[in-house]
């Protein structure tokens, strides 16, 4: 973990992921590539001479229509003075037929071109630190201390089976494993986050509430980078003759709801946030995480997401993670945060702070939140704009979002930071009017 770098300042140059910034901006793509990481050859493949044999397809598109256009007018003429144009027509058919041939052809490289384009990943922002791995990743803050036990704390996955609370057994009979069942008060602490959560974030950060299906379909999923490029990651639901997903983080829904739309400026920023479950295949993570309900197949989240300019995005993304840290420091639960390294960035980020919070049954710091300005790039693929004052044109907008927070492992950082020596859980004083308990002691069966 390397030290504090400076802040980082939005960069209208880089955000601009169209085919004309790609093909004008080669070298610095394929540089910024390199710094996430990637091999620029593997991601970008043929761009450069795809790109070519489109533009000379439509040249030639263009240049075949001009000399039909002459015929045509030659055609006019000899009509009008009686002349024989056959040979003429004859021509002008097997221009047309040149053009639709070019034009096809124009078509399938841009169909080409565009596939490439979707699989690019958006370019970390200039003051990003560069780095080759989660080592490279920059501690921005600290807050508060860990707890101070006179015995060994212990996991949550003992804990809640010890309090009859927490059942991943009969979770794994229902569904398999990464799945969990709660009971009494562990079923009422999620449900209590949830609410208190939803509270703050309303009532004091200013974010209106939205409820939004968990079912969504694919131009929703590539509205915000899901698709095509981490179909794996997701669990499809084959409705009828199309497919509708299950959504794997609340981001997705609430994003889209402006998909193909033109905001006002006056409306700018728009805040909003939703208590949503989250479904994910966790492919490629067999074998991590396998105790406990940190990793899970289905878990709860409440989702931060914004809509801004994009001069005003970098302030936005400050002060949505800060309102996602208030929420740790309400329950008193010490924790950390990240600026995320070139290489450790997702692929629709241009900047992302992590949360870690301090888990002393695991001694470790765990992500509980990921906060993320994504420029425009989310807003091109869902076409989302607004119009500045003044303008007649319109732009894309910023899109933001973050866990506020990630309800599943907030659950477990308070079991573990609130645990007692007699193995019961004190309640934080911020959720016991949510509660209505202090403390949760074993369960009677």
Known sequence: MRAHQPSFRYSNELPMLDLNFV????????????????????????????????????????????????ASEEIAKLKKSGGDGSALIAETKELREQIQEREKVAADLETRLQQILAGLPNLPNEGVPV??????????RRWGAPPKFDFAAKPH???????????????????????????????????????FMLDVHTREHGYTEVLPPYLVNSDSMYGTGQLPKFASDLFRVPHGEKELWLIPTAEVPVTNLYRDEVLDSSQLPVSLTAYTPCFRSEA??????????????QFQKVELVKFCRPEDSYQQLEKLTRDAEQILQKLGLHYRVVALCTADLGFSSAKTYDIEVWL????????????????????????????????????FVHTLNGSGLAIGRTWVAIVENYQQPDGSILIPEALRPYMGAERITARKF
């Open 360 to 395: 002393p049954g695991q001694q470790l710091f765990r992500e509980i939140s990921s906060c993320s300005n994504f420029e425009a790039f989310q807003a091109r693929r869902a076409n989302i704009r607004y119009r500045p004052e003044g303008k007649n044109k319109t732009e």
């Open 131 to 140: 780095g080759k791995t989660a080592e490279d990743n920059v501690e921005v």
């Open 23 to 70: 093909r004008n901006n080669l070298p610095l793509v394929e540089k910024k590539l390199r710094e996430r990481g990637l091999d620029p050859a593997e991601v970008l493949r043929d761009f450069h001479e795809v790109d070519q044999q489109r533009r000379h397809a439509i040249t030639d598109a263009e240049t075949i229509k001009a000399r039909r256009n002459r």
């Open 284 to 297: 490629g993570s067999y074998g991590k995480d396998v105790r406990g309900i940190i990793r899970q197949h």
């Open 157 to 195: 996955w003992e804990l809640g089976e010890q309090l009859g609370v927490l059942d991943l057994e009969r979770a794994a009979k229902l569904s398999g494993a990464r799945f969990a069942v709660y009971w009494d008060l562990g079923a009422r602490l999620e449900r209590a986050l949830a609410n």
